[in-house]
Antibody, heavy 121, light 110 residues
Framework: QITLKESGPTLVKPTQTLTLTCTFS??????????VGWIRQPPGKALEWLSL???????RYSPSLKSRLTITKDTSKNQVVLTMTNMDPVDTATYYCAHLSVSYYGAFDIWGQGTMVTVSS | QSVLTQPPSASGTPGQRVTISCSGSSSNIGINTVNWYQQLPGTAPKLLIYTNNQRPSGVPDRFSGSKSGTSASLAISGLQSEDEADYYCAAWDDSLNGQVFGGGTKLTVL
């Protein structure tokens, strides 16, 4: 059974760097075709894709946020870490990590519960 | 402004059939497959349809998807009260080299 859980601060100040960790079980990020993505959702608004890391360490970033994002994986710890620099109140959102499987042709088939991050001084 | 365009709302009565559209372009839906997600109030999104028209295990066959050109549709037949949720389409965009989502459609069961 695949599960993912996001963790990180609930409150960050403007200009600070946000570090979020996705801890997962039930799969290995060294298995061919597997990936983990990050998606966020501001309160009352739509989903926004942020970043994706594949089993082979290939990485993708949202073009609009690329300069602020870094995604890494620690296969031994079953974790994926996303950092976002220079946080702003507009970055207030629920942040989700999700499993991407070749079995579902690149769809996010399992999602974490999400973690709410508020950016405020 | 989302890359994929969905109507902000849709509605139907129990038992009815409703469809939700998703409009894209030649760099996303036109050349890549479409996935649909259902987000019940206060919960994380759930994969509903993948690769245009495939249902993951456990998703009722009341839900179906289709794609034509640069547009896709989600159809829900035999509408039930528990279908009241937000629905999002998504696809890979080759120009942006990333995933893109629609703005979401809030489905209300009257």
């Amino acid at each position: 059974q695949i599960t993912l859980k996001e963790s990180g601060p609930t409150l960050v100040k403007p200009t600070q760097t946000l570090t979020l960790t996705c801890t997962f079980s039930g799969f290995s990020l060294s298995t061919s075709g597997v990936g983990v993505g990050w998606i966020r959702q501001p309160p009352g608004k739509a989903l926004e894709w942020l970043s994706l890391i594949y089993w082979d360490d290939n990485k993708r970033y949202s073009p609009s946020l690329k300069s602020r994002l870094t995604i890494t994986k620690d296969t031994s710890k079953n974790q994926v870490v996303l950092t976002m620099t220079n946080m702003d109140p507009v970055d207030t959102a629920t942040y989700y990590c999700a499993h991407l499987s070749v079995s579902y042709y690149g769809a996010f088939d399992i999602w974490g519960q999400g973690t709410m991050v508020t950016v405020s001084s | 402004q989302s890359v994929l365009t969905q109507p902000p709302s849709a509605s139907g009565t129990p038992g009815q059939r409703v469809t939700i559209s998703c409009s894209g372009s030649s760099s996303n839906i036109g050349i890549n497959t479409v996935n649909w997600y259902q987000q019940l109030p206060g919960t994380a999104p759930k994969l509903l349809i993948y690769t245009n028209n495939q249902r993951p295990s456990g998703v009722p066959d009341r839900f179906s998807g289709s794609k034509s050109g640069t547009s896709a549709s989600l159809a829900i037949s035999g509408l039930q009260s528990e279908d009241e949720a937000d629905y999002y389409c998504a696809a890979w965009d080759d120009s942006l080299n990333g995933q893109v989502f629609g703005g979401g459609t809030k489905l209300t069961v009257l």
